[in-house]
């Protein structure tokens, strides 16, 4: 079960915490993020999704979310 979590997410995060929510316990593709956040086929800057996963990461410690993201190397990400 997900808790509402009492803050605001700015440029991208709630797209990625609602891939990551739907794919849990399943690691979430670094492939399946990017097409969510930029389109298929997009080019964004090698580090853009990185970025965006350590500000959630900021977010959710902060309401103490009870919840940990996970970096699977050389596959995604894994919300627990």
């Known amino acids: 079960h997900w808790l509402l979590l009492p803050t605001r997410f700015a440029g991208g995060e709630l797209e990625v915490l609602d891939v990551l929510m739907r794919e849990s316990p399943r690691v979430a ?14 080019a964004p800057a090698s580090n853009a999704l990185d970025a965006q996963v350590s500000r959630l990461r900021r977010r959710l410690h902060a309401v103490n979310a009870g919840v940990r993201l996970l970096t699977i190397r050389g596959e995604g990400y894994q919300l627990l």
């Open 29 to 42: 593709s670094r492939a399946r993020l990017l097409d969510t956040l930029y389109g298929p086929g997009a």
